[in-house]
């Protein structure tokens, strides 16, 4: 297992753009699929973004070209860059660990609020 923490949530007007850093702890991470997942209030929490090991990356058919998910191995962190934000992408946002191989596990961070003013 590893520890998740997230960062960069906030409020921001609707057109703005905001960073979500994930961090990760242990020296596995350059092996993990990362993922960014969201959940608003009511609704089902859905996949936002991920980035393989291998540095493939997917993205949920809502981001539309709007977010980009990266990762720096180095420095155990995945960032989300969020540009022209809406009303509707207001959620409360997830970082995700998995290791899909060997010893098999999946880690979630706390969660960080973001809030898109219309």
């Known amino acids: 297992q590893v520890q998740l923490e997230e960062s960069g949530g906030g409020l921001v007007q609707a057109g703005g753009s905001l960073r979500l850093i994930c961090a990760a702890s242990g020296n596995i991470f350059s092996t993990l699929v990362m993922r960014w997942y969201r959940q608003a209030p009511g609704k089902q929490r859905e996949l936002v973004a991920v980035?393989?090991?291998?540095?493939?990356?997917a993205y949920g058919d809502f981001v539309k070209g709007r977010f980009t998910i990266s990762r720096d191995n180095a420095k155990n962190t995945v960032t989300l860059q969020m540009n022209s934000l809406k009303a509707e992408d207001t959620a409360v946002y997830f970082c995700?660990?998995?290791?899909?191989?060997?010893?098999?596990?999946?880690?979630w961070g706390q969660g960080t609020q973001v809030t898109v003013s219309s």
């Open positions: 980035i393989t090991s291998g540095g493939s990356r």
């Open positions: 995700n660990a998995e290791r899909t191989f060997g010893i098999r596990f999946s880690s």
